[in-house]
C-alpha cells in the first residue's frame, strides 16, 4: 500500500481500530518500552498507591499504538514527523481501546514535500483518553518517497 | 511545598543542559520486533529487509521508540540506587516538595532515523516551570522539559517535549 498525496482530502476519516485491552497488553507494552514502574504492572500499587482502578496502559506504548494507527493507514511510505499527545485519561485491562482520526489538513511545503495532519482521539469503553495530533510526510507522485529526505529537506 | 517561591536552584536549572548522556547499549533489532509485537505493527519497514532496502536504505527503528535507549535497566550490578528516566522531572518532584506527578501533554518530533547499531545520546533542558495550579488532581506547577536526542554522528534524530504536572494529592478544589 502506498498513500500518496492526492488520494487525501481534509475531512477523511480513517479506519478505527479496535482493541480489547488485557492485563497483557499493559504489561507487554510496559516491558516492550523498558518502563518498569509498578503502576504498570502492579495492581496492589496502581490501586493503593497511585489511586487509579487498574494497571494502566503507559505513555510510550500509547505512542506506539498511534503510530501503528496511522502507518496502517499509510503504508510504509508514511513519514511520522511530529505527534502531539495529550492524556485525558487512562486504559485499564478489560476496557475496549477504539483509535479514531480525521484528517485535518493537507499541504506542500516550500521543498515539495507532501503533509498530512491528522487528528487521532484514543478513547476506553467510549471515554476519551488520549488525543495525538500527527504531522505525516507521504509521497506527492509515485516516485516520490519521504524517507529519502535529509537536512533542510526534511522539515517537521 | 507548592505555595512557596521556586527555589534558585530550580530556576538555575532553565534553559541548561543537564543529564547529558549516551545509551548503555546500541540501538538493537531485538527490542524493535518486542515494539511492535506489543502493538501488532505490521509494518514491513521493521520486519521485511527488502522493502526496508527499498524505502529506507536499510532497517530503522520505529520513530516513537526513540526514548527506548534511555530507560535504565530495572537493576546492574554496581547499582545501587536506581537512576530514573527523565530524571530533570523527578528532580522537580523533590525540590519542589511535590510527591505526586503525571504527564498531561507530550510532543515528539523525528528527524534522522534511528537504525540498528546506532548509539545514541540525550540531554534534558528545562523549559519552564509554573505558578501554583489547582486542578482535579490537586495542587502543584507545571513544568515543560526537552529531551534532544542525536546519533554518533552528531546528527539529531529526535526532541521530545513534556509537559509534566507535580501535585500534592487532597488539596483539590
Redesign the interface.
Known sequence: MKLKLADVTVGDRLPELAYDVTATTVVLGALATRDWRPMHHDYDFAVNRNGVRNIFLNTPNQQAWFERYLTDWTGPFGRLARMKFRMRDSVFPGERMVLAGVVEDVTTDATGCGWVAVAVELSADGRLATTCTARIAVPTTDDDNPWRRRGDNWRP | MSSQPIPDEVSAWIGEHRYAETADFPVERG?LW????????????FWDDA?ADE???GPIA????L??WF?PH?WQPGEHTQRLPLQVHFDLKEKLGLPEA????????????VRPGDVISTRQVLRSVSEPKTTKLGTGRFWVIDVEYTNQHDGVVGVEVFTGFGYR?GTSS
Not at chain 2, 36 to 41: F, I, T
Open positions: 527490542y518486542t515494539s511492535c509485537a506489543s502493538v501488532e505493527n505490521g509494518n514491513p519497514l522493502v524505502i529506507t536504505g520505529p520513530p516513537t521508540t526514548s527506548l530507560r530495572s503525571i504527564m498531561s501533554d507530550s510532543e515528539v518530533v523525528f528527524y534522522e532515523p494529592r
